[in-house]
């Protein structure tokens, strides 16, 4: 079976070389010894005639991780990280232009460290504050300090540092307007004026013959970027489940290519010349969109299904999936941890696998109409893990919006593609085409509106674990006979259905009787943001929120965590003091999760920052209730948060400096106590001081003040407190120089062990009843040796999907028929 599909078995390995290679530090000594003693094994198994396919195996493993390390390592830039440099190199790309802030793609060409000059052609990342309008293709040069882009300090969220690796970026650099000039005007090799000049006439094509929404929609569908669409357009697009459209794929290309073959046919061309006109087009088209993963998977699959037709061979779908896979891996191993790449090739597999067992098993019914729904089924149901792992969330309607409107899309494609053509040389027939295309587009949002308007909202999901995803592919694969547990007598049977109801409901219950409190302090940059949990409650202490620019917070940190987690409703939110790096993402989670409560220390109405909370709080219906000194909040019967201070004497006199009205709260629990402190500094210290006379100081553990500022944390304090544990969350290289040196020094000199949130990553602490535990998440790539805990599916789907690919093809190897092209 393996001989007659090859290329799985040369490609499983390889991936899983990867992610070894990528998750796990390994230097070059190792890899050498690795890769001389699997060549060596390969080697004399063959000479001596001990040839095993594991001997494939062994050496495949080692070349993923080879040339996984060589992407690692092959940049330059990434070696000049944190010094100062100058650099020159053209503008290959604008991400966005705006008007006090641009994002650009730099094509690096020269960079010169301590009057030495490198000559190199590698990308970066370049951000340019202040007021500036660069064309691509201009020269530039300009002055400042790379850095290794931000990888994800909270678990499960956006790798930003593993994106831009998958495109080849290593660094980023940030620069002001009077850093960066122009040295020369535009200059481009012809074939980046090609794309660029295919982008600009689908622009000019779109918006001369469409109404500027249609038009906006075909930019986004004939170029692949959804950036074209207003944010609302865009949202409603991936609530209908019609998200692919916008992402240039197999189904663009295999729309196009139908159509291609089947006008070059009309015209009378011959078979082999249509094929090959075809396939051109095809690759001219993936060239001039950048040939995105998901776009190569299609073209090298098209390619070889076309080329099978011609030579009157059978096509083997999954050998040439594996194959596709092979290629690409071996172009950019990286693109491997791409969801794009993932999607793609999940979807393809389940399509290939899928709708032959649909069609033939469960309900016979072959037309195309029929094909097309077992088609969209097929990839909803082999999906489901991966899209509730990354999106957190399913549609009811995404089915029935597919089912409908992907064959108006399609022919809009169709359309789309022929007004591109025409536009060329025949204004006349492009008008014509461009009505019709309007029409269509208008009767797709005519329709698409009423669908999204059916009362069938999003079901929302945690992301799921390990566990959870084995359980689900093994139920779904029971039930569609491919485990075959009838191959086992009835007691194996029985013990294997007890065995997933047990882990069904183990996984299941087991949040609700643990018993424990679990405080998370969450990475958010230069902010205080904590999460207390007692497994089937949720609190937070402030929400964190950006100081500068206008990065969310709450929207792309804090709201997809607690998503993520599973977590739809708090049950209170406490805001020690109203200032953007404590409260600002308030307003975002009351917008969009559950909020039964929000807890205040005082009321300022001449600040922003409140009064966009309290208008927020009634459009919303989340009550606000205001604490005092004494008052306690019960988080379970072996828990409670007691407010210390500040009394309203206090607040009265101290309205200049909000820090020292903060809430500082005591949370008990297990007969531990946590001080939580908000922003305090000195004055507020030596009031809470005042007030705590007759009571016992000790505490277990610090929220550190105003993220280890040198006007908090003062000797008297930590003396009164002395903590065993203190946490400071800070933003890293922040421009306060938070925390103070001379402050780090206090604890030190004191043994409490700190940890920071701009070392560490996101901070849980677990307390039991006879027990704690600290652990840190933000871990760079591992030694070997270390103990993978963490990473969970964040090292992707892949493995999971390569498991089912072994059982699935060793046990029904007959279901792979050669689908029709509509299928792929």
Not at 242 to 260: D, E, K, Q, R, Y
């Amino acid at each position: 079976m393996y001989l007659k599909k090859p290329f799985i078995i040369i490609t499983i390995p390889i991936i899983l070389g990867i992610i070894f290679s990528y998750y796990l530090k390994i230097n070059s000594s190792f890899l050498l010894i690795i890769i001389l003693t699997s060549f060596l094994i390969f080697l004399c198994s063959i000479i001596f005639g001990f040839f095993k396919k594991r001997y494939i195996i062994i050496l495949f493993f080692a070349i993923g991780i080879l040339i996984t390390y060589m992407k690692l390592e092959s940049s330059t830039l990434i070696k000049f990280s944190d010094k100062d440099i100058e650099l020159e190199g053209n503008i290959s790309e604008i991400i966005y232009n705006e008007k006090d802030i641009s994002k650009y793609i730099l094509n690096v060409e020269k960079i010169v460290d301590d009057g030495v000059s490198y000559f190199l052609n590698e990308k970066l990342s370049l951000k340019v504050i202040g007021e500036n309008k660069f064309e691509v293709g201009d020269k530039v040069l300009l002055s400042g300090v790379l850095k290794r882009p931000n990888k994800n300090t909270n678990p499960k969220l956006f790798n930003y540092r593993l994106y831009l690796q998958t495109r080849g970026i290593y660094t980023t650099i940030t620069v002001k307007k009077h850093e960066i000039n122009k040295v020369d005007e535009k200059t481009l090799p012809w074939y980046e004026n090609m794309k660029l000049n295919f982008t600009d006439h689908v622009e000019l094509a779109c918006e001369t013959y469409l109404e500027k929404q249609n038009s906006s929609i075909m930019k986004a569908i004939l170029l692949g970027q959804s950036s074209y669409l207003e944010e609302q357009e865009y949202n409603k697009f991936k609530d209908l489940g019609l998200t692919h459209i916008m992402a240039v794929s197999g189904l663009h290309i295999g729309i196009i290519s139908i159509f291609l073959i089947t006008f070059l046919a009309y015209l009378g061309v011959e078979r082999k010349t249509n094929t090959i006109l075809t396939l051109i087009i095809i690759w001219i088209y993936g060239f001039l969109i950048g040939y995105p993963p998901s776009v190569l998977r299609a073209l090298i699959m098209f390619t070889l299904l076309f080329y099978s037709k011609v030579i009157f061979r059978r096509y083997d779908s999954i050998n040439t999936l594996f194959f596709a896979m092979f290629i690409i891996l071996s172009i950019n191993p990286l693109w491997l941890f791409d969801i794009g790449f993932q999607l793609s090739f999940g979807a393809t597999f389940f399509i290939t696998f899928l709708t032959p067992i649909l069609r033939t098993e469960f309900y016979p019914y072959n037309k195309k109409l029929g094909t097309s729904l077992y088609a969209i089924l097929s990839v909803q149901i082999g999906l489901a893990p991966i899209l509730f792992y990354y999106f957190n969330s399913i549609s009811i309607i995404s089915i029935l919006g597919n089912f409908i409107l992907i064959p108006i899309l399609s022919k809009s494609v169709v359309l789309g593609f022929s007004l591109l053509i025409f536009s060329y040389f025949s204004s006349g027939i492009s008008s014509i085409i461009g009505k019709i295309l309007n029409l269509l587009l208008n009767i797709n949002y005519f329709i698409s509106e009423g669908i999204y308007g059916l009362p069938l909202g999003k079901i929302r999901f945690s992301s799921p674990n390990i566990i959870g995803v084995f359980l689900y592919y093994f139920i779904v694969f029971s039930i569609f006979k491919i485990i075959k547990l009838d191959v086992f007598d009835n007691f194996t049977n029985k013990a294997i259905i007890f065995y997933l109801i047990i882990c069904i409901l183990f996984t299941a219950i087991i949040p609700f009787i643990e018993n424990g409190v679990c405080i998370h302090f969450i990475d958010v940059g230069q902010g205080d943001c904590i999460l207390i949990e007692d497994g089937n409650r949720f609190y937070l202490v402030d929400t964190g929120g950006s100081i500068f620019g206008n990065f969310d917070i709450g929207e792309n940190i804090l709201l997809p965590y607690l998503v993520k987690k599973g977590i739809f409703t708090l049950d209170g939110v406490f805001i020690t003091h109203f200032h953007d790096d404590h409260c600002k993402s308030l307003s975002t989670l009351m917008k969009n999760i559950n909020i039964k409560k929000v807890f205040i220390g005082y009321e300022n109405k001449d600040n922003k920052l409140y009064t966009n909370i309290v208008n927020t709080s009634r459009e919303e219906s989340v009550p606000i209730y205001k604490l005092s000194k004494g008052d306690k909040v019960f988080i379970n019967e072996d828990s409670y948060i007691e407010v210390l201070s500040p009394l309203e004497e206090f607040i009265s006199k101290n309205r200049e400096n909000e820090n020292n009205l903060s809430l500082v709260l005591l949370l008990r629990s297990f007969g531990r106590k946590t001080l939580l402190t908000g922003d305090i500094e000195e004055a507020a210290e030596t009031h809470l001081l005042e007030n705590m006379s007759g009571r016992k100081g000790k505490i277990d553990f610090l929220k550190v003040p105003h993220h280890g500022s040198n006007t908090s944390s003062g000797e008297n304090f930590i003396d009164f407190f002395h903590p065993d544990y203190a946490f400071i969350q800070v933003g890293e290289n922040n421009s306060f120089n938070h925390p103070n040196e001379e402050v780090l020094k206090r604890y030190e000199r004191r043994n409490i062990k700190v940890f920071r949130t701009d070392e560490s990553g996101l901070i849980t602490l677990s307390i039991m009843p006879k027990e704690f535990n600290i652990s840190i998440y933000n871990r760079d790539r591992l030694s070997i040796g270390d103990i993978v805990i963490d990473y969970g599916l964040e090292i992707n789907f892949t493995i999971i999907y390569l498991v089912l690919s072994y059982i699935i093809i060793k046990r029904n190897s007959y279901l792979f028929e050669e689908l029709d092209i509509y299928e792929i």
